[in-house]
Antibody, heavy 119, light 109 residues
Framework: QVQLQESGPGLVKPSETLSLTCTVSSGSISGYYWSWIRQPAGKGLEWIGRIYVSGSTNYNPSLRSRVTMSVDSSKNQFSLKLSSVTAADTALYFC?????????????WGQGTLVTVSS | QSVLTQPPSASGTPGQRVTMSCSGSSSNIGSNHVYWYQQLPGTAPKLLIYRNNQRSSGVPDRFSGSKSGTSASLAISGLRSEDEADYYCAAWDDSLSVVFGGGTKLTVL
């Protein structure tokens, strides 16, 4: 059973960079796309982007200018950086495995990590 | 505002059949598959339906999905109290992005 675990600071100051890492266990990071998805409190899901083990990425157009994703296959980890954060970036951040070539089939998810943007 | 449109709420009594809709456009639902997720309170979303109408492993056959044109629907028959959750539709968009619906909160009365 593949497991994903998000980690990173729970509090980020406005204008700074949010950095999160997702560690994949009981399975290889190879052969799949991996995504970040966020959810503000009481609101819906927003896809942030995806990365393949080769480093190929796709980002949500609304966040593209501020998002960078990377992967470290030796550690079975992938990461998210979101720059110039504001209070609007406060959300529960999930990492998930994208398991299909035909669309957003997220079959394994992390439990989510809450990131609050505040001074 | 979400790219895919879902009604904010739905409700039904135990044993009833409920349906919820998801409306998009030619660049997402109209040309790509639809996926449905169930999110119970305080948990990560769980895949219910993939490629419009395929049930994910372990999902009871009470759940079914369909798609027509630029819209999709999720139906739940034999409604149970444990079905009370938020339901999200998702699709790939030709802008090379995933789009989600705003979610439908299902209440079992």
């Amino acid at each position: 059973q593949v497991q994903l675990q998000e980690s990173g600071p729970g509090l980020v100051k406005p204008s700074e960079t949010l950095s999160l890492t997702c560690t994949v266990s009981s399975g290889s990071i190879s052969g799949y796309y991996w995504s970040w998805i966020r959810q503000p409190a009481g609101k819906g899901l927003e896809w942030i982007g995806r990365i393949y083990v080769s480093g190929s990425t796709n980002y949500n157009p609304s966040l593209r200018s501020r998002v960078t994703m990377s992967v470290d296959s030796s550690k079975n980890q992938f990461s998210l950086k979101l720059s110039s954060v504001t209070a609007a970036d406060t959300a529960l951040y999930f990492c998930a495995r994208w398991a299909s070539l035909t669309g957003p089939l997220f079959d394994y998810w992390g439990q989510g990590t809450l990131v609050t943007v505040s001074s | 505002q979400s790219v895919l449109t879902q009604p904010p709420s739905a409700s039904g009594t135990p044993g009833q059949r409920v349906t919820m809709s998801c409306s998009g456009s030619s660049s997402n639902i109209g040309s790509n598959h639809v996926y449905w997720y169930q999110q119970l309170p305080g948990t990560a979303p769980k895949l219910l339906i993939y490629r419009n109408n395929q049930r994910s492993s372990g999902v009871p056959d009470r759940f079914s999905g369909s798609k027509s044109g630029t819209s999709a629907s999720l139906a739940i028959s034999g409604l149970r109290s444990e079905d009370e959750a938020d339901y999200y539709c998702a699709a790939w968009d030709d802008s090379l992005s995933v789009v989600f619906g705003g979610g439908t909160k299902l209440t079992v009365l």
